[in-house]
Each structure stands twice: as C-alpha cells, then as structure tokens.
C-alpha cells in the first residue's frame, strides 16, 4: 500500500485528509503536537478503514525533535510514497507597525523553517526511490497580501516559492511537487488566529459559505492520484464568495 505522511492532522485540512487517503487505501504516518488527538484518529483509522495508520506527535519548529521522530519510523513507514507539508498557522492578525514579535516567530517557525526541517528527513528518502510526491499546502496568501495579513502572507510566499524551487531541485528525480493555495476555509485556523477567541473566529466565516476541510482534501487526493506522468503544479481554491485575498461578498 502507498504510504502518505501528513503533518498537521490533529485537525482542519490535515485531519480531513488522513480520512480521504485512509478511504483509498493509503498506509499514513500522521503528525501533530496534540499526541491524545493523534491516537484517537490512528484507533479510528485502522478500525474503520483496516489501513495502517502510526501516529507520530513532534513539533515541526523543533529540528532536533523532527529528525529524531523520523528516524523513529518503523522499517515499514520508510517507503513514504507523499509528503504532505500541511502543519501551519496564523498568529495574530496586525498592521505592521503593531504585529508582536512572538506571533512573527511562531509563524516563521512553523509556516517556513518546520516545513523545511521536514523536507529535509524525508526529501533523501524519496531521492533514494528516485519517486515521490510532495503537497505544499500554501495559502491564497501566498498569492497576494492583505491588509494586517502581512507576516503570514510573506511566510505563504515562501512556501509558494519553495515549492517551485524544489520542483526544479527534485526533477532529476522524479518527485513531483504541488502547491496547493486555499483561501477562506473554515477550520480551527481563524481561532488559532485570534488567539483562542472563539467567538470573534466564528464570525470570520459569516455572511458566506467557506470551504470545508473536506473540500481542500478531495483536490490533495485528486492531485496525488492523477497518473505517473501528470504533476498539477499549483491549485488555488476559494469558496464562490471569494474572488482573492481582499475582494469577498458577504450577505449582512
Ligand atoms: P487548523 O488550525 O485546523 O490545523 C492546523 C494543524 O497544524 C493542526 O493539526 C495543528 O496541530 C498543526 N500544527 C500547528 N503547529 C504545529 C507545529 N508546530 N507542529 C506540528 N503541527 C502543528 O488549520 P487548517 O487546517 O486550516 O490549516 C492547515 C494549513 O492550511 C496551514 O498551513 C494553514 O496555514 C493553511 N491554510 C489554511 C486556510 C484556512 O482558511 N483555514 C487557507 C489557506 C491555507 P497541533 O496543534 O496538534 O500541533
Ligand atoms: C488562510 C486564508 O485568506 O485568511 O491562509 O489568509 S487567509
């Protein structure tokens, strides 16, 4: 069986996307730093879908701890067939001139630099099997900026960016690579966003209908599975009501 590993799936789109590979079959390796959440997925998992499922809790800011979970993997978790880079956040939402230095952190952290501490363990695996896909879930703010949007969005440019550096990196050997760009998707991200105000997140989603975390993992699924020679390089997906990252109607 394939084997998919997802960063991120505690919950929203990764979440949403252990279930979608687990229904086609797909062995997975999930991630989060919630480890009860993860073992309450991989016992469902395996009992609803008969695949094998090994959950794997690490920070993805904390290098050391990424290289030692990924060297943890038993012998049968090593032929990882996809990479999916979901793990991320929003910290804050500020002008420039008034975002916090810890939230900026946070986001570099995790947005970049733990996306790439992953590439990094897993990338000399696909290389070794000279096969492979990576997802890169980016943002439609990794497209353009909006306001008090500033930090995040210049985390997802980079993301967007790595993407297209690593196709051109990976091409020798045959990884494909895809950059997957959503916009207004109604998960635990506006809560996180808002630093727990669960209220003030609710309203973020207001007025339209938002994607689903569903809907993000039907198109990582369709591109994955598209035949060997075909690579959908870059999907941007917005809900009806949203035409970028600025311009959205919402019903009053
Ligand atoms: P959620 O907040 O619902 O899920 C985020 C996931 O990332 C959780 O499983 C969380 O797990 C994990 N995560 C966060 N930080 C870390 C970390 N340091 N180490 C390991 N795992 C971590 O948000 P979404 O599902 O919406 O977000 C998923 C991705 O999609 C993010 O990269 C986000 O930027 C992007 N995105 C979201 C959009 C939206 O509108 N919702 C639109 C465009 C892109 P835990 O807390 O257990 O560690
Ligand atoms: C999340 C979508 O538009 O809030 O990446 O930045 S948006």
């Known amino acids: 069986m ?11 789109f990764g979440k949403a996307m252990a279930y979608q590979f687990a229904q086609r079959g797909y062995d997975i390796i999930i ?8 073992r309450v997925i991989e016992d ?13 809790p690490f920070d993805v800011r904390n290098q050391t701890e990424v290289k030692a979970a990924i060297k943890s993997l038993p ?3 090593l032929e990882i067939d996809v990479l999916i880079n ?12 008034d975002g916090a230095i810890a939230d900026w952190d946070k986001m570099i952290d995790t947005n970049i630099k733990g996306l790439l501490y992953v590439s990094h363990e897993i990338i000399p695996l696909m290389i070794a099997r000279r096969k492979g896909h990576i997802v890169n879930i ?3 703010a990794g497209k353009e900026a909006y306001a008090k949007g500033n930090v995040y969005c210049a985390t997802k440019h ?13 091409l020798p050997y045959g990884i494909k690579v895809t950059n997957i760009a959503p916009g207004a998707a109604e998960t635990e991200f506006s809560i996180v966003r808002l630093h727990g105000d669960v209220e003030k997140a609710k309203q973020v989603y207001q007025g339209f209908e938002p994607l689903k975390a569903d809907d993000i993992a039907e198109v990582v699924y369709f591109a994955v599975s598209r035949p060997a020679h075909v690579v959908l390089n ?10 970028n990252t600025t311009y959205m109607i919402k019903k009053q």
């Not at 394939?2 to 929203?12: D, E, H, R, S």
């Open 158 to 170: 980079a993301v967007d960016a790595l993407s297209k550096a690593m196709r051109i990196d990976l």
């Open 86 to 97: 979901n793990a991320g956040l929003a910290s804050g939402l500020a002008t420039i001139q």
């Open 44 to 56: 469902d998992l395996q009992n609803n879908f008969g695949v094998k499922v090994y959950a794997l």
């Open 2 to 12: 394939p084997i998919v590993f997802i960063t991120g799936a505690t919950a929203g």
């Open 31 to 38: 991630n989060g730093r919630r480890a009860d959440r993860l």
């Open 138 to 140: 980016a943002s439609i």
């Open 234 to 243: 870059d999907i941007v997906i917005t809900p009806k009501a949203q035409a």
């Open 75 to 77: 012998h049968a978790f």
